[in-house]
């Protein structure tokens, strides 16, 4: 009975064209040109990496996209128990016209080369949105991206902030800075009004969100002008007493100016929590961060509070904070759940953390999911995994536990699938 | 199967006549009037508040009951989804003969003339706990409080005292102190005094507990007597010099001079454990709370270790300290697991605590559930909620997974249900 | 349709024969002699004690087995509902005989002598082996253990060594060092040198693996030899500035040399992360440990990076780690999951533990269980719990909701049972 009914949520679920808002899509280069841009995710190079497969064969300079993915491929065996495996063959048999179960050093260059063909298609970009039901993804753009060249009503601008609040002073991260808003920086009023000239340049091009990754150790707070002044002259001045506590309180200056930015350029601020960059240095490409789960949102105390104007739609990067989340966004107005981010993108996770979410939190105030990919390819087996997720527990969780009729708990999920993302975001 | 089994096992745990052995009900006034003393509980207003409805709304001075309930129903379409609005359906349905599964806007007042009519009766409380299965609640007193007028044997004293031991530097609290034990504490002795002169009151009016909540940073330590009164000097006189560490030091000295006297009043000591007042500042009345869940019960190992003779009946706030609670009651003879508090009394996170629970904590040491609630009628649906997810567990993993026959399965869930209250609270 | 499934996939796993990966047997004396060693098992001292039995009535010196057995068999009501007493009476069943589903006052003593007469048959061990279809098991041998007189391929040696990492400080462990390698260790230098011999000896015997258990607040780093010495020469003198500093040096360096010499001689190196000893000063033997959930693998980043030679099969002993234990595993090329430890052996933990990392860490790299059992019928009840939860995690998540086919799902079952045990510690 439960297989059935689970299966006729889905159905409904899946009928619904979606918004992706989160991605790393480059809006110029937006889907695969050969299945090594496909396998070169870094869930399976670093999976594959993991399991034994040298990093110098996954990364080696020049290396033709068919012999990398021949390479990957006999690699592959020891991940065909991971879901990130499932997304891979579910997007093949959908795509590709894969039929199979696995690729293997056996089928694999067949289906290379059905991919190479589709993706070859002028309008691959565009079957590929089609087919996955998504009409437009969020972007994570550089702050000096032109943003330009592009459809912005499909490809939306998002003000990606990590190098501004954790890495400006590095020479180069300034230089950018002054290239993009011909101010150079000299003092903590000088950078408000180059922040403030990022957000113009975002806004105008249609932005709908500004976003940032953070570490655990991370605790924003207000700093007073005449300090951030005094930290940002040590910190680009490389003096030698420009210690961590100036490189804080600047990271914190700014953090604080893009939330007043945020305020002023009504912009929600995507906050993405609990990540240690570089902690695997071996690793390959994007396969080094990981994270240290003893983080709370009591550290997000003073910014909650302090902004009540700007929406936080918030992803943990560990379940173990999944409950700090929902119970936050129970009670802040301007908290709201969002997604389930990277180590917490396994079914067992979701499901738990959905869950409890969905019988917590107001239902105008949770973003079901974002698929954070970086070809168009991997929506549309992601979002499925999450829709399947989602139509399990409606199913378990209302239909049967609490009596909901099966078009309340549809009406339910597509709002969490869609509606909220287009009211949150102010898509319209 | 599975469903029809978990009906029976329910059906069975619903029979039972029980003790709430924590609620915050007045005995003076236990039940409600009109509906708004039901919408008025913060879970509603708090998730209105949350979804959008401005505080200013809800908390209008002076405002008409009627009016009250008007705009707080036109505000909770957002969270039909929660556990917390099935709460309130459930409980119209079984005692106001609501016949919708929504309450809105175009039915509402006929909800609230059925609630009003039925409120008015003189035996209502009554009818409450009748209806309810409820035979005794427990109550949350103030230190001082007079506890006279009404039939203990039906609404039990229990001795709270967050106030003694969090805000004694308040001149309102030692006031209060004084009027009610005659005794102004100008040192530790004195406390020592005033606290055994409260407890020798609330034991003699037929207390069966004293109970506290407890921020995640607090850490039990034993104090000496000459430390605790330079301490309480400094506090008291107001001296500049009175900072944490004195506060700490007195607050440390009054939550151990409170376990010796559950020694010697053999009384259970109830430790609510993991929450941080008054977050959100601009959150609802009882609104603000929010918490950190990086808490250990290792903070609690000095006081399980001096305090033999005393059972600690444990709560905890966040489902990630469950199996720290549920690993210490299992080693600790005087450790024993209450209920599912607050932001851990949703139905996923119950589920899996409870699971946890029930396969590793000896039977006799688990007591299963309590309300929680203001106002009686609040028992009905929450205890519905808990016995479900009872009989859920119950038959999936001792019934299906373990082989179990169904009577012992009821008969495990009735120990924790009832048996473990009266016998833990020594009711007999 | 999943009840028969589970079935199924849970027969075929039960064929298998197996190798327990991690015990505490003694291989001179592997199997019970009366059912006092398995009642004396800390699961039921500490639960028996924890449910009200005094620790004397369990621990009385020179107390008769049968009167032992007949002591906590009156005490065992309490815990009839635990997983723990489940493996006592499935025990019993499947080894002596017994057909009732309690244990109790009236039919312990034919238990009693029924187990007496298997137990004292010569083979009784290699019966339970047979029975158990276990083949071998791995050791938990102290350092100075001779490692004589039994077959090294069915008792495995693995060096345990904590007492040389936390407790080199006392007189008698360095005396022993001292006895098992000829070096009395005056410098960091003869400390490794020391420790290289116990490797060669070990080495010599055919252990497999190295390990030890870590107190939560752990944190490995390198630590330069001369700082080694000075660290050596106070703690050795017992000198008075021999404070915590020192002694963490000390152990840090031990440890460091431990993998140093993993390296050299290619052993994995078992880390148990998490527990804290002596927590509960009073309770029974082995039943005083306890943990502080608030730790992090991000403690030993610079122990991962540092050892890419070495494999680490990882424990831990709080499921709240669990998602950072898999997120590593999916990482690190080096470290590898190991079963479910002590607190998080119960059903619900393995459940939720295992499916995470079933469907995230590449299936090579996933230790399924060990038993850490005492005496060898412990391996029965234990495993046959673990593969229960097993057939149900790959019934309803790979097959049911991930469409694999019953062989998949049990070719899968099966490496993480046996075949990642032969290839990670190199059985062959």
Redesign the interface.
Known sequence: MS?QLRQRLFDQLDALVLIDPHTHISALDPASHTLADILGYHYYT??A????MPREEIEEPGLDPREKVRRLIENLG???????Y?WLVEMAQRLFGFAD?RVTPENWETLYDAALAKMAQTDWAQQVLKTSRIESVFLTNDFDDPLEGFDTSVYIPCLRTDDLVFHLARPEVRQRLENATGISPASAGDLRRAIGALFQHFKSKGAKACAISLPPDFAPSRVAEARATTALEAVFEGRTDAGDAHRAALSRFTFWTLAEMCVEFRLPFDLMIGV?RG?????VHQ??D?????V???QY?EL??AF?QVTFPISVL????N??L????????NVVTNGHWW??N????IE?DL??R????????QIGYYSDMYKLEFALPKFAMFK?ILA?VLAE?YV????WSEERAVE?GKQVLRGNVERIFMMH
Chains 1, 2, 3 share one sequence.
């Open positions: 297989q670093e999976l990496h993991s399991a034994g020891p991940l065909d128990n991971t879901i990130q499932s179960d240690n902690v695997y240095e071996a690793g396969g080094r990981l994270y240290d789960s003893r709370s949102l009591i105390k909650f509070n009540p560990a379940s173990v904070t409950q700090e929902a119970s936050y966004a129970w009670i802040f107005p180590y917490s396994t079914p067992t996770f738990h869950a409890c969905l019988e917590a939190v107001p239902r105008t105030k399947r399990k969780r049967i536990d609490r009596g339910f």
